[in-house]
């Protein structure tokens, strides 16, 4: 069942197997963000402060649906995870055909539903044809990336899919591959085709398509037992659903959060809006706080992507009945968490010192002491709290890996309250009225408090089946 790329979970030393397998996605995970920073380095010293303000605007909205089909896959998953850990060659297979299968009519629903609430989404967070370079580039750049929705689900669930029997190491040597491509369809589309946003989007919609074609081929050829037949592609409802019992929850998750981050988008915008309603000239909110929001993400890639080991390595032990490994697993797990806590978290407060990190995607005439506050201010209250968000994803993909997605979607909806909670109220009582232009720097710090409460909040709900399941051994 294993190719030489390939890794066997159940076997060696916990905390072993699981820094070996998750290293090259953690390599993946940077590289995806690479994706990110390029289109941020190169849109930042190219296009106006209002341009800029318009791609940091619609990260919520990207993430909604985006995040909702990566979920899916990683979900999905779970199940290949668990016929590879019984050595289950048949079962593993037609998981994989479901995986297609599923994935097909996913991207497809979600395509539709995206393009044809693009516009009332944007009036949500308060990006609207009033501010017409705002708005267009914000819409721009988001029906480019939504139309491409189906290449970055099928990058996602192949990558997941050969992560589940064990092999971390192809998706990066194809995603190596896809990076360089990005990067240099940037260049070539914003600055020599003059194609803005659109081009910056187009990059990476056909970045990712290549890396998928690549890895689908190489899979087929490499794993005699994902390369599918056609009667594995035969209607079972029941397969089907077991499948969709992973993956909903997970991607409901995912998007119920992108829920939460565009109420928060919301305020963020009002912070750059004036008694008029017209936003005013830097948008120092929305470009400070989009710059340290790409700087968040890039450091949170470790936690991350250890998660997503964490969810292969409990599902083959989970089908091969190791519950013990499960067990010192999360132990060694938290414990490599917590050291990656202190060394990303410092990095990040390093970088804030006269707001390094805003050079690297603004260009310096949108950089000003207001962009460095707003951008600094969020920084000095989440990064010290980013213990919670490691905690969260060890927790929240273990319980998906030992079939307790339920847990996984309670999370989501805790952390999606507690989001909503914090944003609605919070700012607007500590800044003693309706936020704007002229609100306290107290009222930004308060919003700023949004995403740590939200973690926390998810993890007193994740830690249960921990607890439950993987100490007391009540599966």
Known sequence: MKTKSALDLRQGREYKALLRFSLPIILSYLLQQIYTLSDAVICGQTLSSNEIAGVNDIAPLTFLFLQFAFGCTAGFGVLTS??????????????????????????????????????????FIGVTPANYEVHKAAYEYCFV????????????????????????????????????????????????????????????????AVSAIGCFVYTFRK??????????????????????????????????????????????????????????????????????????????????????????FNAQNLGAGEYDRIRRGTTQSMIIIAVMYVVFAGLGLLLTINGAYQYIFLSKDKISAESIKFGNLYMYVSLPCFIFLGLLFIWRNGDQGIGKPGYTLGAGIAELIARIVVCLILP?????????????????????????????????ILIIPVIRCVYGKKY
């Open 82 to 123: 668990y016929f590879v850990g019984q050595k289950n060659e048949t079962e593993t297979r037609r998981s994989f055909a479901a995986q297609i299968l599923l994935g097909a009519i996913v991207s497809v629903i979600l395509t539709l539903t995206a393009i044809f609430t693009l516009n009332p989404l944007l009036s």
């Open 145 to 208: 990336l939504f139309l491409g929705i189906a290449a970055q689900l099928m990058y996602n669930l192949i990558c997941s899919v050969l992560r589940s029997v064990g092999d971390s190491v192809t998706p990066l040597w194809f995603l190596v591959v896809s990076t360089v491509l990005n990067v240099a369809l940037d260049l070539l589309f914003i600055i020599v085709f003059k194609w803005g946003v659109i081009g910056a989007a187009a990059a990476t919609v056909a970045a990712q």
């Open 223 to 312: 794993y005699p037992m994902l390369k599918v037949k056609r009667s594995d592609f035969k209607p079972d409802l029941k397969f089907w659903g077991r499948h969709l019992r992973q993956g909903f929850p997970l991607g409901l998750q995912s998007s119920i959060l992108a829920i939460g981050l565009i109420v928060m988008q919301n305020k963020i915008v009002a912070f750059d809006t004036d008694s008029l309603g017209q936003m005013i000239a830097g948008t120092p909110a929305q470009n400070g706080y989009g710059a340290a929001c790409k700087l968040n993400n890039f450091l949170m890639c470790p936690f991350m992507a250890f998660g997503t080991a964490v969810v292969s």
């Open 428 to 460: 607007t009582l500590i800044n003693g009225g309706a936020i704007s232009v002229s609100a306290s720097s107290a009222a930004f710090v308060a919003l700023s408090f949004a995403d740590p409460i939200a973690w926390l909040c998810a993890d007193i």
